[in-house]
């Protein structure tokens, strides 16, 4: 979830909340966060286990190898906003080797829909599939549809822009970045952040798979997979605290995992349109403490049927 680059123009933030107000609108006044405190409460917090795997896996949207079906896959996304419970089933399963992270995402969808084609198109209009890693002085923003376009982000919070050293670095040179101070949650305790909406994940590889026909509602679908794969080296300005990369066996990163839809369950279900593994409890994806705990492991995953 997150605003186009020129949803951060003053002009334009008009437009951009009466987008917003319909989705908005349906958290309760007791939900609201108050200024300076985080919206989700700690005890609703999802924990994942990443396993290790020992053979590098084929990027291609299918998750038919062994390991997929053999690892624990995570509990069903809830809604964003009222963590209840969704119309269709998704879920992620995450994997790990010396050289990538990987992601599997399984996503029921009657009716596949895409439209945009290219690369950091504004793809949140589609029904997307969305991830975002933090680390401790910025985050990553990934989002893909069912034609696998992708759309990326990288955000860095203001307060650590030169105490974290990303003001020497050419790719986040102050002239590269805009200013950003979230979706529906605006008074986030570190204050606002700095994105860099050209930024691209170094060696990322991404795969989609269809179960059924896009665009076609003439028949029903089952729906879509999606796969990727992340290079621990890429993963610098996500580790400016040192953590190791790859992970060490115990180590825990905060990812967040998500899919937002053009569509609503019919009422009376409090259906807003974004669904998640962890609720956030505001129209906000980009809440780190609100990320789902993910815990590395060295146990590998059995490669047998």
């Known amino acids: 979830m997150n605003p186009h680059p020129i949803a951060h123009r003053p002009a334009l933030r008009t437009a951009l909340s009466l987008l917003l107000a319909p989705c908005s609108m349906l958290v309760p006044s007791v939900l609201r966060a108050a200024p300076g405190t985080i919206p989700c409460p700690t005890n609703e917090i999802v924990h994942v286990t990443a396993h290790r795997i020992a053979t590098p896996l084929k990027i291609d949207g299918r998750l038919d190898e062994a390991v997929w079906t053999n690892a624990p896959a995570s509990s069903r996304y809830v809604d964003i906003l009222t963590g209840l419970p969704t119309i269709h089933d998704t ?13 599997g995402i399984r996503v029921e969808e009657p009716f596949v829909h895409a439209n945009f084609t290219a690369n950091n198109s504004p793809i949140y209009y589609d029904n997307d599939v969305e991830m975002f890693i933090a680390g401790p002085d910025g985050y990553y923003e990934f989002e893909i549809n069912a034609y696998n376009t992708t759309y990326e982000v990288f955000f860095i919070w203001q307060e650590a822009y030169e105490r974290a050293g990303f003001a020497a670095a050419p790719e986040f040179a102050r002239k590269n970045l805009q200013g ?16 860099n909406f ?22 029903r679908d089952r729906g879509w997979t999606v796969e990727l794969a992340y290079p621990w080296k890429g993963m610098k300005w996500l580790a400016t605290d040192g953590r190791a990369l790859p992970p060490k066996n115990g180590d825990i990163w905060r990812i967040d995992l998500s899919r937002f839809n053009q569509y ?3 009422p009376p279900a409090k259906d807003s349109g974004g669904w998640v593994l962890s609720p956030h409890r505001v129209w906000d994806s980009h809440v780190p403490e609100c990320f789902p705990i993910v815990h590395f492991t060295t146990n590998t995953v059995p490669t047998g049927r």
Request: hydrophobic share 35%.
């Open 264 to 266: 609503k369950e019919a």
């Open 180 to 195: 950003f101070n979230g979706v529906g949650f605006t008074t986030h305790p570190r204050g606002p952040r700095l994105g």
């Open 198 to 219: 050209n930024w691209h994940f170094p060696g990322m590889r991404t795969a989609v798979h269809i179960d059924g026909t896009v665009n076609d509602d003439k028949d």
């Open 91 to 103: 879920r992620a399963t995450i994997l790990w080797d010396d050289e990538n992270l990987y992601f």
